[in-house]
Antibody, heavy 120, light 108 residues
């Protein structure tokens, strides 16, 4: 069974860079057709899609965040990462790493989430 | 970007009742790639329905999805205390993936 586990910065100062990684275990990371996503939820708000990467390295980002986001994959370490620059208080949120299944499977596996707070 | 609007915002139901949640898209969703998730406090969201009508693995048959094009719905028959939470619809036909704002289901 697939297990996704987020780790990384829990408190980030305004204007600095948020960095999270998502460890992938229990299933093949390199299976074609899957995409690996980051999704967040700010306090009291709805879920917000950040972007995704394929194992091959292709990416797509939410236009509202595109200028500040990089999602990358580390094939040797079996994880993928999120980098968000120039953070503000509006980036305080629970961040989830998620797998989107091939075809019509949707977001079928989620990490437990990690809370990131932007504060000086 | 496809905007999804969910209604109602909050649904308060008696145990054993049936609930229908709606999700309307601003444009037709490609291949009816609409999913439904439930999010309960302290847990990650859980996939219930994908492809508008297909139940995810281990999801109770009390949950059913319907709809196509721009109008979709989730029906939960015979609600129980374990069904309380916030339910989100989501489209994954195109990027950016988008979510509705959620329907909060409360069990009286």
């Amino acid at each position: 069974q697939l297990l996704l586990q987020e780790s990384g910065s829990e408190v980030v100062k305004p204007s600095q860079t948020l960095f999270l990684t998502c460890g992938v275990s229990g299933a093949s990371f390199n299976v074609g057709g899957f995409s690996w996503h980051w999704i967040r939820q700010a306090p009291g708000k709805a879920l917000e899609w950040i972007g995704y990467t394929f194992y091959s390295g292709g990416t797509s980002y939410n236009p509202s965040l595109k200028s500040r986001v990089t999602i990358s994959v580390d094939r040797d370490r079996k994880h993928f990462s999120l980098r968000l620059t120039s953070v503000t208080a509006a980036d305080t949120a629970m961040y989830y790493c998620v797998r989107e299944g091939a075809g019509d499977w949707a977001f079928d596996s989620w990490g437990q989430g990690t809370l990131v707070t932007v504060s000086s | 970007e496809i905007v999804l609007t969910q209604s109602p915002g909050t649904l308060s139901v008696t145990p054993g009742e049936r609930a229908t949640l709606s999700c309307t898209a601003t444009q037709s969703v490609s291949k009816n790639y609409v999913a439904w998730y439930v999010h309960t406090f302290g847990q990650a969201p859980r996939l219930l329905i994908y492809g508008a009508t297909k139940r995810a693995t281990d999801v109770s048959d009390r949950f059913s999805g319907s709809g196509s094009g721009t109008d979709f719905s989730l029906t939960i028959s015979s609600l129980g205390p374990e069904d309380s939470g916030v339910y989100y619809c989501q489209q994954y036909g195109v990027s950016p993936r988008t979510f509705g704002q959620g329907t909060k289901v409360e069990i009286k």
